[in-house]
């Protein structure tokens, strides 16, 4: 609700930014999140099972084409808010079933 916080004095990226600049933010944060889990992996600084935190990937493609087409339509965002939730949720925990069973392995 951009326009309350703003009215309410409060200084967050969507008002610094923009909603636009805000959702590119967004991507490129989410973008760097999974990048990190591949080059780790590439690396071989984190285990090979961890790129099952990359299962996500679909949710997280969804939720940034949603940012990226509605960030002016927050009543159009609902889809890609849940997906980002999925996101948020599972990521970690798909990525850490992968570090436990790499150490069972």
Known sequence: DVEADLSG???HLPIILGRRGAAL?????????YGIILAGALAQIIPWPALFGLVTLPLALKAMRGALTYYN???NLVPS???N????????LF???GLVAWAFV
């Open 9 to 11: 004095g409060r200084r």
């Open 25 to 33: 933010v967004y991507c490129v944060v989410n973008v760097l999140a």
């Open 73 to 75: 339509q927050p009543e």
């Open 81 to 83: 808010l849940g997906a």
């Open 85 to 92: 939730v999925m996101v948020v949720l599972l990521t970690p």
């Open 95 to 97: 990525l850490s079933l």
